[in-house]
């Protein structure tokens, strides 16, 4: 099974940047996605097919994915970024395809 | 506005059964895929099921295989996950989501763009 890897948990100050990555074999060769998790509350989509953002999302956060490594990049971070973020893919090796999450990255502002 | 409402949740005995619906608005419902992701306490999403909008093309995860049920009913704007032989494990807060793409025939390849605020499961004795 196709496995993702993400930090465990990053740290930031306000105003710096945040880079979460998300490793996979050859993940470079997929589409990834990130959801950004607050406390208490539902994913929400930050960022989709690697580098695009869906209406509402600040043009602060941008992607990357290349090789094996994957990247959200939150530029000019803010107090209300710290949440959970999770990378997820598809994994269509199989007849039967299913979604893969990262085990989620904890970003802390400082 | 998009709007997803999980119900059905609750505390049920290992072996037992429950059904979960969300009922969704705002959008097309019969144009999308939709799908199943569960939070166990304090970890990380794991997808449960998807199905695509015409319930052609269904998925399921390996974890659930068997016991779990994905279903919708594009007539009421609904989504259900039956889930049969519970088990401790199976504790989670459930959430509904959408699909992203518009008008595929299969319950795969896409983002999920829009999530409910989920329906909790409690699997004890």
Redesign the interface.
């Known amino acids: 099974s196709y496995v993702l890897t993400q930090p465990p948990s990053v740290s930031v100050a306000p105003g710096q940047t945040a880079r979460i990555t998300c490793g996979g074999n050859n993940i470079g060769s997929k589409?990834v996605?990130w959801?950004q998790?607050k406390p208490g509350?539902?994913?929400?989509?930050v960022v989709?097919?690697d580098s695009d953002r869906?209406s509402g999302i600040p043009e602060r956060f941008s992607g990357s994915n290349s090789g094996n490594t994957a990247t959200l990049t939150i530029s000019r971070v803010e107090a209300g970024d710290e949440a959970d973020y999770?990378c997820?893919v598809?994994d269509?090796s199989s007849d039967?395809?299913?979604?893969?999450?990262?085990?989620?990255t904890k970003l802390t502002v400082l | 506005e998009v709007q997803l409402v999980e119900s059905g949740g609750g505390l049920v005995q290992p072996g037992r059964s429950l059904r979960l619906s969300c009922a969704a608005s705002g959008f097309t419902f019969d144009d999308y895929a939709m799908h199943w992701v569960r939070q166990a306490p304090g970890k990380g999403l794991e997808w449960v099921s998807g199905i695509s909008w015409n319930s052609g093309s269904i998925g399921y995860a390996d974890s659930v295989k068997g016991r779990f049920t994905i279903s919708r009913d594009n007539a009421k704007n609904s989504l259900y996950l039956q889930m049969n032989s519970l088990r401790a494990e199976d504790t989670a807060l459930y959430y509904c989501a959408k699909d992203m793409g518009y008008g595929s025939g299969s319950y795969y390849a896409r983002p999920l763009d829009y999530w409910g605020q989920g329906t909790l499961v409690t699997v004890s004795s």
């Open positions: 589409s996605h959801y998790q509350q539902a994913p929400v989509l989709y097919d869906p999770y997820q598809w269509s039967h395809p299913y979604v893969v999450f990262g085990g989620g």
